[in-house]
């Protein structure tokens, strides 16, 4: 299998591209999830043209309510008002139905995106962090769910207002009118180059968002250890140098958006007041009737008014934008397998053999983890596998479960290239037990029936009575239904471990993987676990890492690694007579347990 490199980076990390036109397409991507609830956008949109057209009326009607006279001044004012009641159930109406197709979507798009990234590979995890990604999926969805809803409206508003306005303004006076489109092009230029900038810090700030979230994810996650070594304020300190961070850079976005705010302001309402001295002249020329100036200065304050708010409703669609690059750049990623609804087609994996595999880690491609790996394990044997920290044990085990595909080398089934099978079949035939165990924070039910969601209550017992763990879990109030919390907080090393075994006895793999499995337990609680192990090994397809050798002596075939190379390989008996590396970790294990031995006795007497 040829190798290939993984060259993306994370998203904070990518060049920051200047906003232009053709960005405007990246809302495209989103629209796309509209689609199935077009018709009812479309009366939102309906709606919205109501809000629009109501809109460009007031200014026409609120100047003729300032020149009418006391005959006409009741029906002026019942119109205004008939108008304002039109504009108020059409906002309500647009508002409601624009809310509920935008949670549609989103909805949607956050079950695709999620859909996404539990089918991508362990290379891509392996270069991104979970807070990360949980700031991803929530705060950027948040900030597009919020320009559909609201932002896109305005924006839609705010530009029929500028071009339907300066449409009515020049059947009053086209001389006034051209005065004031001389003035809107260096206000759009303006706003370009201001956009590049606020767009530069706004997607900073998220990344920023998301790395402080991330330290949030973790500190949580690992909070037994953070109040082990009494670093809640080393952690406290941390956190808050990212949100300073997040604070110097929204402040200084803040800057941009504040100077191009104030001359937004400035030269709006310094061109209206240039309009009115310029239109108070032709007034006194007779060039234009005095009602018609007021109608004329109330729309150009209705138009400044609206090119400044697009000011900030454009910001706003720098960061829709922003997050959209994002989110579609996960769902760019390419997964490993594709999301199906039906179960894969079930395999027989037989024996299994890796010849001449080389091996680097995507995030160190230089550093080699695994040089020339060869063997083959006949179906229903174990192979334990035994080295040194870092020698490549729990690599292989990655590989066997194919987290990782680019190496080098063959790796085969019944002969037959492990690549060219289902990968959801392959998985499905497998069961890991790995040494530090993860259970979810719900039941004791639902962490045994992982393996096999479709289990009874007979099957789920049957299971726990094998790994030994009935016992303990009958002894509970709830039983079954006890919650573990999270990662299984509320259960020992040794009760997560059995929960673990139960797990795969129910899964009932072909192949089992035993990673360290029992390296991290007291005596009492190793004797039960392996007591489980081995009704769990019983005529399986077997890997084991070991940390305690005692526990390998009966494997079929005993791989020693160094370096990620085979140093030696054999039986238990084998390795002993060759006094060799394995011979010498067995003589300092059993000097060891020795000790623990003598230890554990004393602290009895």
């Known amino acids: 299998m040829s190798r290939r490199r993984n060259t993306s980076q994370p998203d904070s990390d990518k060049k920051r591209k200047p906003l232009s036109l053709k960005d405007l397409s990246q809302l495209r991507k989103i629209f796309s999830y509209l689609r199935p609830h077009r018709v009812l956008w479309i009366v939102g949109f309906f709606f919205l043209l109501i809000t629009m057209g109501t809109s460009l009326l007031f200014p026409k009607l609120l100047g003729g309510l300032m020149s009418s006279s006391a005959v006409n001044l009741r029906g002026n004012m019942a119109q205004m008002m008939g108008l304002l009641a039109l504009q108020s159930v059409a906002g309500f109406f647009r508002v409601v139905i624009f809310v509920i197709v935008t949670e549609r979507a989103l909805a949607a798009l956050r079950e695709d995106l999620y859909g996404h990234l539990v089918h991508l590979p362990m290379s891509f995890f392996s270069s991104r962090r979970v807070g990360e990604l949980n700031s991803r999926v929530a705060s950027d969805t948040a900030q597009i769910g919020e320009t559909l809803t609201t932002t896109l409206a305005e924006f839609l508003r705010g530009l029929s207002m500028v071009i339907g306005g300066i449409a009515i303004l020049a059947f009053t006076s086209i001389k006034l009118t051209l005065f004031i489109v001389a003035v809107i092009p260096p206000f759009m230029i303006v706003t370009l180059f201001f956009g590049r900038f606020i767009r530069k810090y706004a997607k900073r700030v998220q990344d920023e968002v998301a790395a402080s979230n991330t330290i949030v994810e973790e500190t949580f996650a690992g909070i037994q250890t953070v109040k082990a070594f009494a670093n809640e304020a080393w952690e406290r300190s941390r956190y808050a140098k990212r949100i300073q961070n997040v604070v110097g850079l929204a402040v200084k976005g803040g800057y941009y958006r504040g100077a191009f705010s104030s001359f937004i302001t400035f030269g709006l309402f310094g061109a209206i007041a240039l309009v009115i001295w310029f239109g108070a002249g032709m007034v006194h020329e007779g060039e234009l009737a005095a009602e018609k100036l007021n109608e004329f200065i109330l729309y150009a304050l209705f138009i400044g008014g609206s090119i400044g708010g697009l000011a900030n409703v454009y910001a706003q669609l720098q960061k829709a934008i922003g997050a959209t690059e994002t989110i579609f750049g996960l769902l760019d990623e390419t997964v490993e397998m594709e999301p199906v609804q039906a179960p894969a087609a079930a395999i027989e994996i037989g024996s299994i053999a ?51 595909t680019d190496f080098e080398g063959e790796f085969t089934a019944n002969g037959a290239s492990v690549a060219s099978m289902n990968l959801q079949s392959w998985r499905s035939a497998l069961a890991l037990v790995p040494q530090d165990v993860l259970l979810f924070g719900g039941t004791i039910r639902e962490n045994i029936t992982y393996g096999n969601t479709d289990a009874s209550d007979a099957m789920i017992i049957e299971a726990a009575k094998e790994a030994n763990a009935w016992e303990f879990i009958d002894g509970f109030p709830e039983g079954l239904e006890t919650k573990v919390g999270d990662r299984g907080v509320q259960l020992s090393g040794g009760q997560r471990q059995r929960i673990a075994i139960a797990r795969a006895l129910l899964k009932d793999p072909q192949l089992l993987i035993l990673d360290e499995a029992t390296s991290a337990l007291d005596s009492e609680s190793e004797h039960l676990v392996q007591e489980a192990l081995d009704r769990l090994m019983k005529g399986r397809t077997s890997v084991v890492i070991a940390h305690r050798l005692s526990t390998i002596r009966k494997a079929h075939q005993i791989i020693v690694l160094d370096d990620g190379a085979v140093i030696e390989s054999g039986t238990h008996e084998e390795l002993m007579q060759k006094t060799g590396t394995y011979a010498e970790l067995i003589k300092l294990q059993d000097v060891m347990g020795r000790g623990d031995r003598e230890e554990e006795k004393s602290d009895q007497l």
Do not use: C, H, W
């Open 354 to 404: 890796m010849n001449e595999v080389k091996f680097s880690y995507p995030t160190r491609a230089d550093v080699p983890v695994l040089k020339s790996l060869s063997f083959n394990l006949p179906q229903g044997q174990t192979l334990a596998l035994v080295g040194r920290s870092g020698s490549g044990k729990s690599t292989i085990a990655s590989l066997l479960m194919r987290f990782y």
